[in-house]
């Protein structure tokens, strides 16, 4: 590759979202071809980060940044090490053939070109979101992940469920989005950091380690679906099978466990951590394996599954210890591989039988012998039988857990519990579509695709060769991750070997014993299980829904009280917010002491004289007062409108005379303008000709005009009274001339000095006629066939 | 108000309303005027052929849209705005231009276009409105 390390590495992130923007067009000129084409971008990347391998393998991480906010010296960074390189080689290499899986799946689907687009787009944020180091970039990616899993889940949006499992995947997701950018804005605050890789204990040691850690835990709850915010993922599987393989299972939802990975050397390790993690990782471990016994249909038993493994790796990453997080890197890996592979084998069933329901599927076996052995191998690796990677995230479990102290018994109990449920859920899964007597089912079952098969199949025998070069496993996977998420060197001690003397061999015997006991009594604990939840009578998704109806209610109320629709009230909020700002700071600021008479008055009446004004100056301010006088007494409402002009006019003159002729211009033109203007609105609203209201409405609204002159006045002043400032003013006059080559100041002013004020005051002048228009049309319309509107036009005199 | 005598010398008040705004207009950076009261003065001039000829009449004797003529009057004054950029200053910079004809010396300069932009915005915007109303809603092509 001829690029740079730093723009290989961001091409990683980028590729995906050029080949998603390209993927209809490929879609519509290779047509039956179209997964296959697409499937090279992620397989190209695939192999572009196996290259890494070797260099993160002997020399740790590899950090690469291109400019991307200079201005605010913001970079895009990306960190490759073990934990982030295992993240990207499993998305990019599952990515691939999900793509192919795709392709097959939906084939003849009108919108497949889009669908793989908005795959490779999810594919696309995914990596980018394992790769960053800076917190902002994460953030990004985060929320586009966010973005393009529910464009996926709602994929098919005609149907009513899987809209609905979008929108509450999307709101669920998102809170924690914004706890993720709250967290990292709240860490930058503190360190001064964006980039991850640069932060040490400063967090831990800080007096707002609580809130940091909360806004965090809550991103990566929300996106890993620990309970109780888990019951966005079932739902989640409203999307078409390959999505709930790939973003549901093996990537997506591991994002949050991702992220507790990723900041536990600076984040994790204490007290609060340690509880809080295992506490939840506990009770989603438990819950989403009962919850997998409770359902016959095998994709949501999946989904259920799915949410047990969530729990458990949250609850490896809180136990913190070597052991621990050595397994959960394994487990992230295993669960990964036999995930997908078990949701691309219920696609296939789905897509050849026609049915997903487990109680009415029996015999598979002997019809679709390849889709058996990739499920055989998916559904061993959930076990953990030896041979699998699965057993050996297994064996590290349990390997740290052995001390005897009573903390570390429960949390193996739970564990052994999870595994066992889980065991039992792939027996069933395994054995109850595939082996039995041959059920009849919708659609006569055949083999599927080679497309369809690629998936199940390669994962399954990966799964095995990394289990049996358990030298290699370990050097490459787990030392590397392991060492990135603990910050320190870690030596892999993976065997084949089985020991039947040391505690975790009977340890896992009882998983596996555990297991089949569950697979014997699945019917009855299915049974039991239902009872228990019709008794509970509510779930998280029905608290969701009301939570949801409640928030639209309130909006609703909240609007209704704001925008009732009632222009007197809106006016008298308006001003009376204006003489609540003009009267407030002068109170408060005791700006008024400036007026107050001073101590000795003396003989004040001595002092009073009248102003010496010219005898047409003394006409002008006559003209003003019977202006304003006539406005009070006009008895209809054309009158009051010319009489408004006549005093605005006064007050125009008023300017004139007193050296302002710029201002009082405008003033004539805005005078002469708003008397035609209202008269012409009066006329168009068919408003009454007199103005009959109510004596307290006519009170109301003249303290509030009174109050506002007031305070006009008192502001004026007080400014008057003080020194003026007239540096800016000087500045003006003295380089008008000689700089902006005009005498005009105000105009100079306007269109030099300030002139992007200007420009923004114009374009809100012309939005403003956009606005005016439509109204006054939206009017229009259906006023030409109506014959006259009802007569309660004074109460809604809104225009 | 449709009185013969007002429907005979409206045209007429027009008219030199009209040429008085482009007066004001580009006086404006030396005297009292300027392209806010231009477009004022050209908006009143419009409302006053709307109330004497009727709205749909003035409309076509304007040929364009007058939300149109707003529309180019911002993007003429974002435009002077822009012409400084092929000096190498900054976004708003004024340039000046002197043209030497015969005895006289025009000088011509952005932010008179800047000016004239903002007359059309005012003029425009208003005019539209103006127009609006006065047509009671039979306006619409």
Not at chain 1, 71 to 99: M, R
Not at chain 1, 203 to 232: D, M
Not at chain 1, 327 to 337: I, K, P, Q, S
Not at chain 1, 788 to 798: D, E, Q, S, V
Request: proline share 4%; net charge neutral; charged share 10%.
């Amino acid at each position: 590759m001829g690029l740079g390390m730093d723009a290989s590495i961001a091409l990683v992130a980028i590729a995906p979202f050029v080949a998603a923007l390209l993927a209809p067009l490929v879609h519509r000129l290779a047509k039956p071809f179209a997964g296959w084409v697409l499937a090279l971008v992620p397989g190209g990347i695939f192999l572009f980060l196996l290259t890494l391998i070797e260099p993160v393998v002997s020399g740790g991480a590899i950090s690469a940044r291109i400019d991307w906010v200079p201005a605010y010296d913001l970079d895009l960074s990306f960190l490759v090490d073990g934990l982030s390189l295992t993240f990207a080689l499993t998305i990019s290499g599952i990515g691939t053939l999900i793509v192919l899986y795709s392709g097959a799946y939906l084939k003849g689907h009108p919108h497949l070109g889009r669908f793989l687009g908005f795959l490779l787009a999810f594919m696309g944020a995914m990596l980018g979101l394992v790769l960053a180091d800076g917190m902002l970039a994460l953030f990004m990616f985060w929320e586009l992940t966010s973005v393009t899993s529910f464009l996926l889940i709602g994929f098919d949006h005609t149907r009513q469920a899987a809209r609905r499992g979008a929108i509450q995947a999307l709101v669920i997701t998102n809170i924690g989005g914004m706890a993720l950018l709250v967290g990292a804005i709240m860490v930058h605050w503190l360190t001064g950091q964006w980039e991850m890789s640069a932060l040490g204990d400063e967090i831990r040691s800080n007096g707002l380690y609580g809130l940091v850690l909360a806004a965090f835990l809550v991103a990566a709850f929300t996106k890993s679906a620990q309970v109780p915010l888990h019951f966005w993922l079932p739902n989640a599987m409203e999307a078409p099978t390959p999505v709930s393989a790939f973003l549901h299972s093996a990537t997506m939802v591991q994002g949050g466990v991702y992220l507790l990975a990723r900041t536990t050397p600076w984040l994790g390790g204490t007290e609060a951590w340690t509880l809080i993690l295992v506490c939840f990782g506990g009770a989603t471990l438990l819950w989403g394996a009962l919850g997998a016994l409770r359902q016959t249909d095998l994709k949501q038993m999946l989904a259920q599954t799915t949410l047990a493994s969530l729990g458990l790796s949250v609850l490896l990453i809180g136990l913190g210890t070597e052991a621990a997080i050595a397994a959960m890197v394994l487990y992230f890996v295993a669960h990964a591989f036999y995930k997908a592979g078990l949701f691309m084998v219920v696609g296939a069933i789905d897509h050849e039988a026609g049915t997903r329901d487990i109680t009415i599927l029996g015999g598979l076996a002997d019809r679709m012998p390849l889709t058996f052995i990739g499920a055989a191998l998916a559904s061993l690796a959930m076990i953990g039988l030896p041979l699998t990677l699965g057993y050996f995230a297994k064996e590290e479990m349990y390997l740290g857990l052995l001390s005897g102290q009573w903390r570390d018994i429960a949390v193996l109990v739970v564990l052994l519990a999870g595994n066992g449920l889980l065991a039992g859920v792939a027996m069933l899964v395994l054995v109850r579509p595939f082996l039995g007597p041959v059920l009849p089912t919708p659609k006569l079952a055949h083999e599927a695709p080679i497309a369809m098969l690629a998936g199940p199949l390669v994962l399954g025998a990966a799964s095995i060769v990394a289990a049996v070069s358990t030298d290699w496993l370990g050097h490459t996977l787990l030392e590397p991750g392991a060492g990135a998420i603990l910050g320190e060197a870690v030596t892999s001690h993976l065997t084949l070997a089985i020991n039947p003397a040391s505690a975790i061999f009977w340890l896992s015997i009882a998983t596996w014993a555990l297991g089949y006991l569950v697979y014997r009594q699945a019917a009855t604990l299915r049974t039991l299980l239902r009872r228990f939840e019709a008794a509970l009578g509510w779930t998280a998704d029905t608290v969701f829904d009301a939570v949801m109806f409640g928030l639209i209610r309130f909006s609703g109320a909240l609007t209704r009280l704001l925008h009732h629709g009632r222009l007197e009230i809106y006016l008298v909020t308006v001003f009376a917010g204006l003489a609540l700002a003009l009267i407030a700071p002068l109170v408060a600021l005791k700006g008024y002491d400036a007026l107050l008479p001073t101590a000795e008055l003396g003989n004040w009446a001595a002092k009073l004289s009248w102003p010496q004004l010219q005898p047409y100056e003394w006409g002008v301010i006559a003209l003003a007062l019977i202006g304003l006088s006539a406005v009070l007494m006009a008895n209809n409402r054309l009158m009051a409108i010319l009489a408004l002009g006549i005093q605005g006019t006064s007050v125009a003159l008023i300017f004139l005379l007193f050296g302002a002729p710029d201002l009082a211009f405008t003033q004539f033109m805005v005078e002469v303008l708003s008397v035609v203007i209202l008269a012409l609105v009066m006329t168009r609203l068919r408003l009454d000709e007199r103005d009959q209201r109510p004596l307290e409405d006519l009170a109301r609204d003249g303290t509030l005009a009174l109050v506002c002159g007031v305070g006009v006045s008192l502001l004026l002043m007080v400014v008057l009274s003080g020194v003026l400032d007239t540096r800016l003013s000087d500045l003006f006059t003295a380089t008008s001339v000689p700089i902006a080559h005009g005498h005009n100041i105000v105009n100079v002013i306007l269109v030099d000095y300030r002139g992007f004020d200007t420009l923004g005051e114009i374009s809100v002048v012309m939005a403003a006629g956009i606005a005016i228009m439509a109204l006054l049309r939206s009017r229009a319309k259906p006023a030409v066939p109506q014959p006259k509107p009802a007569p309660r036009r004074r109460r809604k005199a809104a225009a | 108000m449709n009185t013969i005598i007002f429907r005979t010398i409206a045209p007429l008040i027009v008219a030199i309303m009209l040429i008085f705004s482009v007066y004001v207009c580009l006086r404006g950076h030396n005297e009292p005027g300027g392209g806010f009261i231009g477009g004022l003065i050209a908006a009143s001039s419009i409302a006053i052929l709307g109330m004497a000829n009727g709205a749909e009449e003035t409309r076509r004797a304007l040929r364009i849209d007058p939300l149109a003529i707003a529309g180019f009057g911002v993007f003429i004054a974002g435009f002077s705005g822009l012409l400084s950029l092929f000096t190498g200053s900054p976004f708003m910079t004024s340039i000046w231009l002197y043209l030497e004809l015969g005895q006289t010396t025009v000088p011509l300069s952005t932010p008179m276009v800047f000016d004239i932009g903002v007359y059309f915005v005012v003029f425009g915007t208003i005019a539209a409105v103006a127009l609006a109303l006065e047509g009671d809603g039979e306006e619409e092509r």
